[in-house]
Antibody
Framework: EVQVVQSGAEVTKPGESLKISCKGSGYRDSSYWVAWVRQMPGKGLEWMGVIYPGDSDTRYSPSFQGRVTISADKSSSKSLTTTYLQLSSLKASDTAMYYC????????????????????WGQGTLVTVSS | QSVLTQPPSVSGAPGQRVTISCTGGTSNIGAGYDVHWYQQVPGTAPKVLIYGNSNRPSGVPDRFSGSKSGTSASLAITGLQADDEGDYYCQSYDRSLSGSYVFGTGTKVTVL
């Protein structure tokens, strides 16, 4: 059974940095992308970026490029991987729930481009930035 | 600021049918990219309901159905139940701005 487990809630001060984690297990192999999604209090979902743990290929949303860093651990186990989201120079406005989710390849389009949707989600990590 | 627009709220009595629209543009839904739908019950992580416009993952009741036409998509819920209450989001891909996954603004479903 696939499980996606994120690190626990964090409280931090403005100006500090933070790294939260997302551990996935139970996959047949490591051939999947992992995305990070932000949800500010009472607001909607915002895609932040994705990483392919197999080779650490990373793509960022233009809204978050340069403000966050996504990375991954290469595990000797194909069915276990950990990805990270680093938040730097935190502000009160970074207070939010941060989710990770794996992307499932469900088909290729007519030009051979793979298509994905957000499949398994972690439980979320609440980050509170307050002085 | 999301590029996919949804109504802020919809409501219905138990057993009724409700629909949620998701309006995009020529760089996302209108460009042929598929639409997916997620349900988020308060206090929990989102869960996929519909992928590839109209496909249901295993375990999702057939009361949920999706469709897409032009620059818009819709999610229909029939036989509305109390535990359908929550927030619903559409999601697609946008080829502008170096390519991005985009979510809709979200719709709160209330069962009267």
């Amino acid at each position: 059974e696939v499980q996606v487990v994120q690190s626990g809630a964090e409280v931090t001060k403005p100006g500090e940095s933070l790294k939260i984690s997302c551990k996935g297990s139970g996959y047949r192999d490591s051939s999947y992308w992992v995305a990070w999604v932000r949800q500010m209090p009472g607001k909607g979902l915002e895609w932040m970026g994705v990483i392919y743990p197999g080779d650490s290929d990373t793509r960022y949303s233009p809204s978050f490029q340069g403000r966050v860093t996504i990375s991954a651990d290469k595990s000797s186990s194909k069915s276990l991987t950990t990805t990270y989201l680093q938040l730097s120079s935190l502000k009160a406005s970074d207070t939010a729930m941060y989710y990770c989710a794996t992307l499932l390849l469900y088909k290729y389009d007519t030009t051979g481009v793979p298509l994905y949707y957000f499949d398994y989600w972690g439980q979320g990590t609440l980050v509170t930035v307050s002085s | 600021q999301s590029v996919l627009t949804q109504p802020p709220s919809v409501s219905g009595a138990p057993g009724q049918r409700v629909t949620i629209s998701c309006t995009g543009g020529t760089s996302n839904i209108g460009a042929g990219y598929d639409v997916h739908w997620y349900q988020q019950v308060p206090g929990t992580a989102p869960k996929v309901l519909i992928y590839g416009n109209s496909n249901r993952p295993s375990g999702v009741p057939d009361r949920f159905s999706g469709s897409k036409s032009g620059t818009s998509a819709s999610l229909a819920i029939t036989g509305l139940q109390a535990d359908d209450e929550g927030d619903y989001y559409c999601q697609s891909y946008d080829r502008s701005l170096s390519g991005s996954y985009v979510f809709g603004t979200g719709t709160k479903v209330t069962v009267l």
